[in-house]
C-alpha cells in the first residue's frame, strides 16, 4: 500500500499520522506466523505460564532486527516503507537504524509515561519541527488494537497529554512517527489477549548522530559525561562530524551547550574561523 503524500503532510504537522491497513491480509498473516515463532500467542504463553515454564511478571524481550523470519524482515524493509521515508526524509540516502519486535500480554504491567524517543534516537539537540524529519519510526500493529488493548497514545504537536490520540486500529494498520513527538504506552486492561507489534526505525545517512543503534542514550549520566569530556576525534566515533562541518551551525552549538552543559563549543567555532 503506498502511503499518500496527504498522509506524509499530516506526519509533518502533527509529529505523527495513523495509516489503516497498510498490509494486506495474506500478508499480515505470513508476518504474524513469524513474529509467533519468536512471542507465543496469548492461548500459548498462557499455558506456559500455567506449566511454570515462564514467569508471568516478566514481561517479554525486544528481538532485533535482523530476525530468522523472511516475512519479518521484508516488514521491516518493505518498498513502501522506503519510499515513504525517502519522501519523508527528503533523501534517498537512508539507513535502517534499528527494528524490533514488540509484544504486551493480557495481566502484565508495563511502563505507561508520556515521552519523546528524542533520549535514545539522537544524540544531538532536541529536534523541532522546522528542522525537517532525520529519523521516522514505523509501528506496525499485526492484530486489531481494542480498548483495553493497550493503544499507544499520540499527542499532537503543540497541544497537552490529556489530548492524546489512542491508535486503535484493525490489524495490519501502522502508526508513522518522528522522535519529537510525545505519546505514551497505555495499560493492558482486556482480561485475555495480546498485542504483537513490530518497529521500523529509518534514518538519514547524513545525520548519523540520530538513530538508535548507534546512539545508546543521550540522557544517561554515562554518555552525558562521554560527550562532554570527548575530543572531537572521539565524537566522530559516535557519529557526529568533524570540527569545521556545516552541521556546526550557532543554533545546533546552543542545542548541544543546552543539553550538555560543559560541551566546548568554542572548538567547533574556532574551526569555523
Not at 528481538?63 to 521515508?85: M, T
Not at 486503535?168 to 489477549?193: D, E, K, L, Q, R
Amino acid at each position: 500500500m503506498k502511503i499518500g503524500n496527504d498522509a506524509i503532510a499530516e506526519l509533518r504537522k502533527k509529529g505523527f499520522v495513523i495509516v489503516e491497513k497498510f498490509l494486506a491480509e495474506e500478508e499480515r498473516g505470513n508476518v504474524l506466523r513469524g513474529f509467533h515463532r519468536y512471542h507465543p500467542p496469548y492461548d500459548a504463553w498462557r499455558k506456559e505460564v500455567e506449566a511454570g515454564a515462564r514467569d508471568p511478571g516478566q514481561p517479554p524481550s525486544y528481538p532485533d532486527f535482523p530476525w530468522k523470519e523472511r516475512s519479518l524482515n521484508c516488514l521491516a524493509l518493505h518498498p513502501d516503507i522506503l519510499d515513504a521515508a525517502e519522501r519523508i526524509t527528503g533523501t534517498r540516502e537512508i539507513w535502517i537504524s534499528t527494528a524490533q519486535l514488540g509484544m504486551k500480554y493480557a495481566g502484565q504491567k508495563y511502563w505507561d509515561a508520556f515521552h519523546r524517543d528524542f533520549g535514545n534516537n539522537t544524540l544531538g539537540p532536541r529536534p523541532e519541527p522546522s528542522d525537517g524529519i532525520g529519523v521516522v519510526s514505523f509501528l506496525f500493529f499485526l492484530e486489531d488494537i481494542r480498548e483495553g488493548y493497550a493503544p499507544i497514545l499520540m499527542v499532537p504537536y503543540g497541544r497537552p497529554d490529556s489530548e492524546a490520540v489512542p491508535a486503535m486500529v484493525p490489524g495490519g494498520s501502522m502508526v508513522i512517527y518522528t522522535i519529537g513527538v510525545v505519546h505514551s504506552a497505555s495499560p493492558f486492561t482486556a482480561p485475555a489477549g495480546d498485542r504483537p507489534a513490530v518497529w521500523s526505525v529509518i534514518s538519514r545517512k547524513d545525520r548519523l548522530w540520530e538513530g538508535r543503534r548507534t546512539t545508546w542514550n543521550g540522557d544517561s549520566l554515562a554518555m552525558q559525561q562521554f560527550i562532554q569530556e570527548a575530543t572531537p576525534r572521539q565524537l566522530e566515533m559516535i557519529g557526529f562530524p568533524p570540527p569545521g562541518d556545516p552541521v556546526w551551525t550557532e543554533r545546533f552549538l546552543a542545542g548541544m551547550a543546552a543539553r550538555y552543559p560543559k560541551f566546548d563549543v568554542a572548538r567547533y567555532r574556532r574551526a569555523r574561523s
